[in-house]
């Protein structure tokens, strides 16, 4: 990548609130014109990133390089070309069209403005004859989230950063961001960063995926993490080994880690195989019964993500439509999933 390909360079970006550290990023670039799902659980730091990147509070430590050059948060330059959704909307309380123009009369760019912002509307699939008028106390959560998205969209940013988009908007408000997303990437070349917990739509928009937990990310894509608390192991003569009990019954045995301080462990998709049945005489090989939530086609790669529910976990398997076909794999089907405990990272 040349330095004019990458928007944001981060290097050794570490984030504190109080004495509490929540961010620790040694080195991360973002390219330009891509689009980045960001996944993690709640409390795991993407927020905080997101603010990072939209240059509204500046890190503890480490520097943000924006287009290769370190930039400080609130400098109008750049707060002009990045825009941050959040979750929960924030309108102006005036009707929909003054939302939509508010940022270009700012500018006092007001050519075209009804034009504009009609299309504005029609990009997020908003009726501009219904909504233009409407106040902002009128929209449903997900027709304020679009507004919201089309106030930002017509000022063609060059990055567009959405916290969670989707978390509280109808699956029609969903496609309708992920368009007007797509849209901003290809007519201008934006670059987008989207957190979401929702995995198969945030698959379905992203051409790369970043796993983040407690402040650290796994930048090789999405990762299968399960979080504690975790017990000591029944078997006597091995103190080397943890558990994790799930609700129904089923045990997940861990090689322990090394030092005290883990909470999570990650176990990586290359490690984990898919069958229909149990092997007997399986010595401490996990396996867990679970079934199929969804598969999704990744495009160009001829790959499939395929998600799987064991009780109330969720993991992510890559798999090739030799694997599925050869086992006859489909969302629903009851599958069986092994990995061995040595292969567990500790975090
Ligand atoms: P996420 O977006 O993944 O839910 P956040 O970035 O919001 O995570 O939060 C990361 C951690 O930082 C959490 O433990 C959260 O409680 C804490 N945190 C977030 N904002 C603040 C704040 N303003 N002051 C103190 N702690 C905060």
Redesign the pocket.
């Known amino acids: 990548m040349t330095q004019k390909e990458i928007t944001y360079h981060l290097k050794d970006i570490q984030h504190y ?2 004495n ?1 550290k ?1 961010l620790d990023i040694a080195d991360l670039k973002i390219k330009k014109g891509s689009i980045t799902g960001l996944i ?1 659980p ?7 990133l997101l603010k990072l990147l939209a240059f509204a509070q500046k890190p503890t430590r480490g520097n943000i390089f924006y287009k290769g050059r370190i930039e400080l948060p609130f400098s109008p330059t750049v707060r002009s070309k990045v825009t941050l959704l959040t979750q929960k909307p924030y309108l102006l309380k005036r009707t929909v069209f003054e939302n939509i123009a508010y940022g270009l009369k700012i500018r006092k760019d007001k050519k075209h403005l009804k034009e504009r912002v009609k299309k504005a509307l029609l990009t997020v699939g908003l009726d501009d004859q219904k909504f233009a008028v409407r106040k902002w106390h009128e929209l449903s959560g997900g027709e304020a989230q679009r507004v919201s998205m089309a106030a930002r969209l017509i000022l063609k940013p060059e990055v567009l950063l959405l916290d969670e988009p989707i978390a509280s908007v109808d699956t029609e408000s969903a496609g309708l961001i992920r368009k007007a997303s797509l849209k901003a990437r290809d007519n201008w070349g934006a670059t987008l960063v989207i ?1 979401s917990h929702d995995l198969q739509w945030l698959y379905s928009i992203s051409d790369r995926q970043l796993s983040i937990f407690k402040g650290n990310i796994f930048s090789t894509g999405l990762e299968n993490i399960i979080t504690g608390p975790f017990l000591k192991s029944g078997i006597k003569s091995d103190g080397k080994t943890l558990v994790k009990k799930l609700d129904d019954g089923q045990i997940i045995t861990l090689k322990a880690p090394g030092k005290k301080t883990c909470t999570a462990v990650v176990i990586r998709k290359k490690n984990i195989a898919i069958s229909l049945e149990k092997q007997l005489d399986n010595g401490l090989l996990n396996q867990l019964s679970g079934h199929i939530v969804s598969m999704l086609l990744e495009e160009k790669k001829e790959i499939i993500m395929a998600t799987i529910s064991i009780h109330n976990l969720a993991f992510i398997l890559r798999l090739t439509s030799d694997q599925i076909s050869r086992i006859n794999l489909y969302p629903g089907k009851k599958v069986i999933l092994k990995f061995h405990p040595n292969d567990v990272e500790w975090i």
């Open positions: 609130y109080g509490t929540v993690g709640n409390g795991s730091g993407k927020s905080t957190a």
